[in-house]
């Protein structure tokens, strides 16, 4: 074997991948593809190593996201500390991909209008995107804006920062949906279900107040979560003050309101700040029954865990994960836990081993 | 060839995964530190890329009969025999060591300590990746990728024909693909720390607590 052999057999493949994915391809193309797959293994690893970065490449997206433009930006400008920290941080000490310069994390109304001229006019594109985005399902570049009037949502496994007029911005977890509607006198957000993060920005006139099912949370400036279970809603602070109906909650607080009353834990602000660490695609878990952390990855996948066994519900589980890498956490259990798992198309049932 | 050690013990669970797709993420995620571990045994750097491409046609004709429950140890094992086989064939003096073979029984995990890296740095890996692309290169692979345009939209956009915009993506992939092994031959920097430090961003595998 040599190296120019290869050369020419990837030269060969990547010819195979592209024209694959384009309107040309026949059902003799097809054939003929097969046929030379399966003409060496050589050919066949060639081109799956080729096929893995060309479905790489489509993560490109989760940071073509906030981009302005068709174009991608140039060399070294990408923001990525934007795109996971969805609030504003200080710049870190200069390195090249630390990428402090804001670009599009202003959210002047200039840049918010445009944000929205360009999701009307390529909507097309979004629900061209929103099959494959499940399919790339990494969980975190993956994302489909659905916009009808004022609602956003996200599918299951999704997480979307959206930018509002007021320069507030809402993040949006998986599974979830909210209505927008901003007045003169007030800014009144829905969360019909899921998870949100709201970075409120000041304005002392218009109240901006989360409707959860009849109980209502406001704030002036501040950021906090909101996440609804049904019935039940949790609200997390992370600076200024907010009130959940007549409680006043301030940071590091963590309320817990169900139909039988309300729960209100103070902690450090560290503490609070595990409960947002799905803005930046991470499920941090601590001591966590296994029960509960199911229930957690259940959120984020289609294909559900199962505890068949309540021994192994009551196992704690500690670390942090993927929420959306649901077999990586299953092959994590399975070899430094007592169990075994049954991975099948619509399930996975954890059983004691 | 020696014997491989009793690593390939079965088929793993119910996996029934097509075998293409297993073997992209089990075998071919872990090329840069595949390279890494050949880079630091193989003295003949141009032979990188031959000696990977053949571990990689072991491993797959290895796995149509059974998976190997440490796809990761498996590969690395395939790749050292290899390289012990090619020692004694061509009659190589070992550059590295006394004599004998034994720089190859380098420990995988030193190579490669179990690391588990954030969606966070593959992002920002992929984004440097992209960035070494030549401009045109670039621009096409994102129309195409991120806006998800058709060939045919991305040769009218830029004024080039479908042909060149079908070399661009070839090119573009294939670019993309060796930049990866590249990344794990320059000297080290640690890329994406910066990104990570006040955060607790590493992942810890879980620990059962009682």
Sequence with gaps: MTTDRNNDIEESASGWLIRRDSDSWTDADQARFEE?????????ITFLRLELAWEESARLKALGAGVPGDRPPPPGEWNLTAFFYS?????????????????????????????????????????????LFLAVAIGLGVYQLQRE??????????????????????????????????????RRIELKRGEAFFEVAKDHDRPFIVDVDGRHVVAVGTKFSVRRDGNALEVTVTEGVVKLDDTILTVGMIARSREDGLLVQRKSLAEAELNLSWRRGVLMLREMPLSHAVAEFNRYNVRKLVVADPEVG???????????????????????????????????????? | MKPLPPVCVGVSGSSLEPLDSWFKREILGHEEILVRFIARVWPRHHEIADIRQEAYIRVYEATRVARPQSPKAFLFATARHLMADRIRRERIVSIRAGGDNEFLNVIVEEISPERRVSAHQELARLARA?????????????????????????AERMGLSE??????????????????????????INDTDELESDETGRDHGPQQRH
């Design chain 1, 36 to 44: 030379w797959l399966d003409a060496s293994t050589l050919n066949r």
């Design chain 1, 87 to 131: 609030h504003r941080r200080p710049a870190q000490d200069g390195g090249a991909h630390s990428v402090a310069n804001d670009g599009w994390t202003q959210q002047d109304s200039a840049d918010t209008a445009t944000f929205f001229r360009r999701a009307l006019r390529s909507s097309r594109h979004f629900a061209i995107a929103a099959g």
């Design chain 1, 149 to 186: 009037g004022e609602h956003f949502a996200t599918p299951v496994g999704g997480l979307t920062s959206v930018p509002m007029i007021d320069g507030s911005q809402i993040t949006l977890n998986t599974d979830s949906q909210v209505r927008v509607r901003l007045t003169r006198t007030e």
């Design chain 1, 314 to 353: 009551a196992l704690k589980v500690e670390g942090n994960f993927r929420p959306t890498n649901v077999l990586a956490f299953v092959r994590l259990l399975e070899s430094g836990f007592p169990i075994r798992a049954s991975v099948e198309d619509e399930q996975i049932v954890l059983n004691a081993r």
């Design chain 2, 130 to 154: 992209f960035d070494r692309l030549p401009a045109q290169c670039r621009e096409v692979l994102w129309l195409r990728r991120v806006k998800e345009l058709s060939q045919r939209e991305v």
């Design chain 2, 163 to 188: 042909k060149t915009i079908e070399k661009h993506l070839r090119t573009g992939t294939r670019l993309l693909a060796r930049y990866t092994q590249e990344n794990a031959l320059e000297p080290r």
